[in-house]
């Protein structure tokens, strides 16, 4: 039955995480001559500030597992998956593991650009063997 409660924070959590995400890519994204992408890299920013304000607040106040899987899981992990990856990391460098938190981040973020890559252009290229 707990597992049934966790599922369903995650998945009310995750409904808000992603509309807020919509929406901030509709307040920010404007045509523009830049084409650096603005709204992802505030909803990057502000959830790692929010997961930071958030685990800080849960570690005083001691709220309950499904309280932070519907935080950090489903809200956070829906607006954007870059605050888990930066609450790991803080957890990492905290507990004394840096070199594994060090790690972690070059190549985690490598290897994702690689195999997106990766992804992007084998699709591609099958899409165009047909």
């Known amino acids: 039955m707990k597992q049934l409660l966790y599922l369903f924070s995650v998945a009310l959590g ?3 995480g992603s509309t807020a995400r919509y929406a901030t890519n509709l307040l920010i994204t404007r045509p523009s001559v830049s084409t650096f ?3 992802t890299f505030v909803v990057n920013i502000c959830g790692s500030l929010l ?3 958030l685990l800080a607040l849960a570690t005083k106040y001691n709220i309950s597992h499904a309280t932070k899987l519907f935080i ?3 809200i956070l992990g829906a607006f954007t998956s870059f605050s888990a990856f930066a609450l790991e990391n803080f957890l990492l460098f905290t507990s004394g593991k840096i ?5 972690n981040i070059v190549v985690s973020n490598v290897i994702g650009v690689v ?4 992804g992007f252009f ?5 899409m ?3």
């Not at 070199?99 to 790690?103: I, N, P, Q, R």
């Not at 084998?122 to 099958?126: A, I, M, V």
């Open 37 to 39: 992408p603005w709204s």
């Open 51 to 53: 997961a930071g304000i």
């Open 72 to 74: 950090f899981v489903g």
């Open 128 to 130: 165009h063997c047909k």
């Open 115 to 118: 195999v997106f890559a990766l």
């Open 14 to 16: 995750g409904i808000i």
């Open 122 to 126: 084998t699709t591609q290229f099958l």
């Open 99 to 103: 070199f594994l938190a060090l790690t």
